[in-house]
DNA sequence: AGGGAACTATTGCATTTGCAACACTATGGA
DNA sequence: TCCATAGTGTTGCAAATGCAATAGTTCCCT
């Protein structure tokens, strides 16, 4: 089906053909649920058995605290997985809220049968050995995060996670793949705070800005 | 040997008797190296190709920017493994350094050779699922973090923090497992400021705290 | 016992930040 | 087309924070 193109651009199914995954996923016996955009996937407070695959649309982790100020951490587009770690740590109850952006559908596996499949060998293998790569890519990025998080100013934070984008894109201009709003989320600022602190950034020739298009100055 | 009494301690070796692990580690061909205090066992820059293991003394994994801010991004004590992570993701550049605390021994182990033992199927087998669970607690571990880092206040941070403390000792009492410069290292603020805002929540009967001792007062 | 190193504690000051308020501009549905 | 909603951009202000300076304390090493 369409689906299995989806899932075969995910990490966790690298490696292996379409016809593999199909084979795969009998054992595996995935749920597919439908969400509305806003709607809640995965409750903070829950257990979580499971990880997601977003089969269409977008979603977002982010965490609330008591006040309600809200923290994006992160976006997962089509064929992002969630909630591996947690899954795979057996949670029981589960730190983030996962939120539909966009009217989304999202495929279900219990994470236990993906390391018990017994069924090929091979696959399975595979399978697990994916699954470690992609927690451990996902623990650098939380790294990364936490590397802007640690600048003691809104303008460090802002070059840091800059610097980044720069070297992703190769080059000294890139595009912000967020809004400012989110972006302001992201890095744990205040969204005002930091429009200042660009235009301030602006006006001192550290970086230039048109809408969603940034150069750093050197 | 002393050592495999260190090993069994951590959770890569979880469900291995003594003697398995001994013999597992006749095919994973580890290597013991020295450090004194203060030195380098892992530098910034350096290509990530084992996991370590700390056999004796204690070290921490920081980050330095620019202008020299350290951050501590975490302690390591005895048995704890490190870079797990940017091995199985082969990074190039270590983003983090970690150094020695106090005069220690640390257990390197390839991480491919970990991956591809198949001298004992079920042992094997052990290891991979165990590193899996590993990566996926630290990846818990740096959630955490970043939910303290995420605060807007140095308040809010310190009784993020603080929270977290509690509930893993299963009070309002617990003890600082950090020196208070340390704190502050940790939760990515600067310590005089720390110990003033310390101070205000002393006086407006958030906490109390004797040395490291501290209470959440409701 | 003496000296150094690391940690604790406090304070003044300049700057940065969060917060609140407001206006303006897309954007997408009904 | 019109309205609602989300994002952008700016500003004043009070409060929080980083920074620097300084002093006292503790602990370890010789």
């Keep these: 089906m369409e689906n299995i193109k989806i899932l075969a651009r995910n990490t966790l199914f690298r490696g292996l053909t379409e016809k593999e995954i199909e084979s795969i996923l009998f054992y595996l016996n995935p749920v597919v649920r439908k969400?509305?955009?806003?709607?809640?996937?995965?409750?903070?407070?829950?257990?979580?058995?499971?990880?997601?695959?977003?089969?269409?649309g977008r979603a977002v982790i982010e965490k609330e605290d008591i006040r309600g100020n809200r923290s994006i951490i992160?976006?997962?587009?089509?064929?992002?997985?969630f909630a591996e770690a947690l899954a795979c740590a057996r949670a029981e109850h589960s730190p983030v809220t996962v939120a539909a952006e966009t009217d989304a559908e999202v495929m279900f596996i219990n994470f236990d049968k993906i390391m018990t499949?017994?069924?090929?060998?091979?696959?399975?293998?595979?399978?697990?050995?994916?699954m470690m790569t992609l927690i451990a890519g996902k623990n650098i990025f939380l790294n990364?995060?936490?590397?802007?998080?640690?600048?003691?100013?809104?303008?460090?934070?802002?070059l840091s996670y800059f610097d980044e984008l720069a070297v992703k894109t190769g080059g000294r201009k890139f595009k912000l793949p967020f809004s400012k709003t989110a972006l302001a989320d992201y890095l744990f600022v205040d969204r005002s705070a930091m429009m200042r602190e660009l235009s301030h950034m602006k006006k001192d020739g550290v970086i230039k800005y048109e809408g969603d298009v940034f150069e750093i100055r050197k």
Tied chains: 1, 2.
């Design 117 to 130: 499949v017994r069924a090929k060998t091979e696959i399975a293998g595979r399978l697990v050995k994916n």
């Design 35 to 56: 969400y509305k955009k806003g709607n809640i996937i995965l409750a903070a407070g829950a257990a979580v058995t499971d990880v997601g695959i977003i089969l269409k």
């Design 144 to 158: 990364n995060k936490l590397e802007h998080a640690s600048k003691r100013s809104i303008r460090e934070k802002l």
């Design 74 to 81: 992160s976006e997962l587009g089509e064929s992002s997985l």
